[in-house]
Each structure stands twice: as structure tokens, then as C-alpha cells.
């Protein structure tokens, strides 16, 4: 069955009401999970590459809004940051689809996926617009943050749709690769959009009126995600199967627990949740650091956070382009865990030096390790999870890693020094690594 007709394609039959979805075999490293086509065979798919261009879109439009917002509040002269105002900017960034993403996940498996796609995209881009209007008016505090909430949780809403839909325009076999270069590629398309803002802001002016300006270009990329996705057929997106009761509100409260049952339910996407808890954990202690040793001790301002995001991009591009074969060479239980193991290694080895060089090639190394980690936990869930439940997992999964990055942010804020000088904080994100393994390795066993 084709992906170009409108039609999604499917595995073996599933129960209704199931929380665990058996394709093919149980074992999770069945050669038939990690079967490669290639790119070029891929991106032939029509229904593939269309949804590739919605991700795509969406994802540039929120790497310049969110960084054209953290230039506003971080780095404008008109403003001023320390450890506790980024931790409340990175808050709003992080923390929308912590609140509404295990609700929303039930209507990702009640409503029709293409619809929310296209709606959620003209609602954000309407909030874009408006949240540049209070930034050139030079708001701040309440306002700007709600705004920044609001609009970065309708845009998570959009990214767990995207990652829902995704076994409906590839098989089951090509999950694990079809993953990888979807999720790669649009975080990759995430950086240039930030690097697109740090280019409009030197066109512009980094005061309010010229960060106004930088963050409503974002409104584009909620235009085209729109447009790309209103061209799928009504239903070709998914859901097959709505396990919901008739009343929405209903389904809606049932979203957290329902989303939880089925991940403890299963043991290859519960064990993932351990290892990319942990690494987002970590990845918020560090990425405070980088923010305030750019900003206070190196002097680097946006120019140097810039360098660190160009790597970041680089690390998850290359993650992109092996995990497949890692993967095919070794499973994926023993990838995840080797991934761990790279991010702990890295933010010890080349954090400690609290230097500019070594900072960016921890960067890289740890954003290697984050993608490696979540494309494999992608793909677990994706492949073992129904499709009646499949929304409300990924909406869960995006919940749990927001709010361990915003709690391990908020608490590294309180005893970080000013200038990120921090050896202390540098020990604990790789301790986190360590205790992530050690769990993988216990969840993996049940």
C-alpha cells in the first residue's frame, strides 16, 4: 500500500484498547524494524516528503522565534538577564507542552491529525505576530513570558502531531531510518531558523523594535507548515482506531494516564524514558552554563552562543546520518546506552575546562549523544505503541523531557555562580548521565 493514496500504511491488526502493539515479532531488535532503503527511496514517497516539508517549515519558524526571543530578553542592551531571568526565559520556552501535552495527546488520537496540523499552524502564527508586537513595544515580565507559554506549547502540540503521523506515510520496517532523517533534519532546520534570527537581528538592530521585527519573520514558517499540510486527504494522517470515550472532556483528562499506562506497559519505551529523561536533565544544567560563560565569561554575547548552536546542529546532523547503522549493528538497546555513556564522558571531560574550545566541542559531543538517545526512543514508541495511543505517548514523552530540563534548569539557576563558573554543576549533568544508564540497564532488564 501506498503512501501517496491517501491511505496510511499499516502493521498487524490491533486490539482496541491495547496499550502495546506487537508488529511482526516482540523482540525490539527484530532485523525487520531496522530495515534501510536509503534516503532517495524515502523522500520518493509523496506522503513522506510532504510531511517532511510541514516539519520542516514549523521547526524553522520556532528555531527563530525561540531564538529571536532569547536574543529580546538575553542579550538586548535594553534589558538585563542573570542566572534567575534566563531560567525564567528558558521556563516559557520549555514549560507550555509540560501543562497542556498530556491533554493534548488525547485529541491527537481523537481529531483528525491533518486538521490540527493545519489549525494549531495558523494559531501559532498568529501568536508570533503578537508576541513580536509586545516585544518591539518593549514588554516584558508577565506579558512576554504568557505569550512565549502559550505560543511554544501550540508549537510542541504541532511537533508530537508530526511524529504521530509518521507511520502513516512509511512502513513499519523503515520507522527506525524514516525517524531519523525526519527528526534530524528538522532540528537541523530548527538551527538555521536560529541562525536566520542572529542574521536578521544585525539587519535590524538588537534593540526592541529590531527584536520585534526578527521574531514576527517567524510567522512564515507557521504559513508554510500550513500549507504543506492542508494538501494530506482528511484522515490520511491517522487516527485508524479512536479507543476514546464519546465525551471529549472526558478523553481529554484521560490523556496523562492513559499515556502513562502504555509506556510502563512497555518495557522497550519505558526504559527509553529513563535514558532520555536523564540526558535532558543533564542537558539543562549545561545549557544554563553555556548561556552564562558566552554571556559573562567569555564576553562571546549572541556571536558565541551562535557557535554553540552551529554545533549543536552539526552533532545532531551527524547523529542523523549513523544512528540507522548503529542501530543495525548493534540494536538499539546497546546504541541508547552508548549514547549515555558519550554525554557523560563529554560534559566531564570537555566541560571542566570552563574554556570557549572545549565548551563547543562538548556541544557537539553531547548533542551527538541527545540525538542518538532520542531517536531511538522515537522509534520504540513509534513501533511499539498503537496508533490508537500513539498521540498521547509522544504528547507524554515530550511532557516528561520538558519538565525535567525546566526543574533541572530552575534548580541549577539557584546556586549557579553569575558568571557560570561552576565545576560543581559541570560533576552533577555527567552524574545524571550515570544514573540514566544505571536505570536504562535495571528497565531494560524487566
Keep these: ?232 486527504a482528511k484522515g490520511a494522517l491517522g487516527p485508524d482506531e479512536v479507543d476514546e470515550p464519546p465525551q471529549t472532556m472526558v478523553a481529554v483528562a484521560r490523556g496523562l494516564f492513559d499515556g502513562g499506562r502504555a509506556a510502563v506497559k512497555t518495557p522497550t519505551v519505558f526504559a527509553g524514558f529513563v535514558a532520555l529523561l536523564a540526558h535532558r536533565t543533564a542537558f539543562g544544567i549545561a545549557l544554563l552554563l553555556t548561556v552564562l560563560l558566552a554571556r559573562f565569561r567569555f564576553e562571546a554575547g549572541l556571536g558565541g552562543l551562535s557557535q554553540v548552536i552551529a554545533l549543536v546542529g552539526v552533532g545532531i546532523l551527524l547523529a542523523g546520518l549513523v544512528t540507522a547503522r548503529i542501530v543495525a549493528a548493534i540494536g538499539r538497546r546497546r546504541a541508547l546506552a552508548a549514547g549515555l555513556l558519550l554525554g557523560g564522558v563529554s560534559i566531564v571531560g570537555f566541560g571542566l575546562p570552563l574554556t570557549m574550545p572545549t565548551t563547543l566541542i562538548a556541544a557537539l559531543l553531547i548533542s551527538f549523544a541527545g540525538q542518538l538517545v532520542k531517536l531511538c526512543v522515537d522509534a520504540a514508541v513509534q513501533r511499539d505503541i498503537g496508533d490508537e495511543l500513539r498521540g498521547r505517548v509522544f504528547a507524554l514523552y515530550d511532557t516528561l523531557v520538558n519538565v525535567a530540563q525546566v526543574v533541572s534548569v530552575a534548580l541549577a539557576a539557584l546556586v549557579v555562580a553569575p558568571d557560570g563558573a561552576s565545576p560543581g554543576l559541570v560533576l552533577a549533568a555527567g552524574a545524571c548521565y550515570l544514573v540514566g544508564l544505571a536505570g536504562f540497564a535495571l528497565a531494560s532488564r524487566a
Design 1 to 232: 500500500m501506498s503512501a501517496s493514496d491517501g491511505r496510511p500504511f499499516r502493521g498487524p491488526p490491533i486490539p482496541i484498547g491495547s496499550a502495546v502493539v506487537s508488529t511482526a515479532r516482540t523482540d525490539p531488535e527484530h532485523e525487520a524494524h531496522h530495515a534501510r532503503i536509503g534516503p532517495r527511496a524515502l523522500l520518493a514517497r509523496d506522503g513522506f516528503r510532504r510531511l517532511l516539508f510541514t516539519r520542516f517549515s514549523a521547526q524553522w519558524g520556532d528555531g527563530l522565534f525561540q531564538a529571536g526571543l532569547a536574543g529580546a530578553v538575553l542579550f538586548n542592551p535594553e534589558r538585563e538577564a542573570d542566572p534567575l531571568a534566563i531560567a525564567a526565559g528558558f521556563t516559557a520556552l520549555l514549560l507550555p507542552y509540560s501543562l497542556i501535552g498530556p491533554f493534548a495527546g488525547a485529541l491527537l488520537d481523537r481529531w483528525d491529525r491533518r486538521r490540527v496540523l493545519v489549525v494549531a499552524n495558523i494559531l501559532r502564527g498568529a501568536l508570533i505576530f503578537t508576541a513580536a508586537l509586545s516585544v518591539a513595544a518593549g514588554a516584558g515580565g508577565t506579558t512576554l513570558f504568557t505569550l512565549a507559554l502559550v505560543t511554544i506549547g501550540v508549537s510542541r502540540f504541532i511537533n508530537s502531531g508530526l511524529s504521530a503521523a509518521l507511520p502513516h506515510v512509511v512502513p513499519i520496517r523503515n520507522l527506525v531510518e524514516a525517524n531519523a532523517l525526519a527528526t534530524t533534519l528538522g532540528a537541523v532546520i530548527a538551527v538555521l531558523g536560529a541562525g536566520c534570527a542572529v542574521g536578521l537581528r544585525a539587519i535590524f538592530g538588537d534593540h526592541n523594535i529590531g527584536s520585534g521585527i526578527t521574531t514576527a519573520v517567524a510567522c512564515l514558517g507557521s504559513a508554510g507548515s500550513a500549507w504543506f499540510a492542508i494538501r494530506f
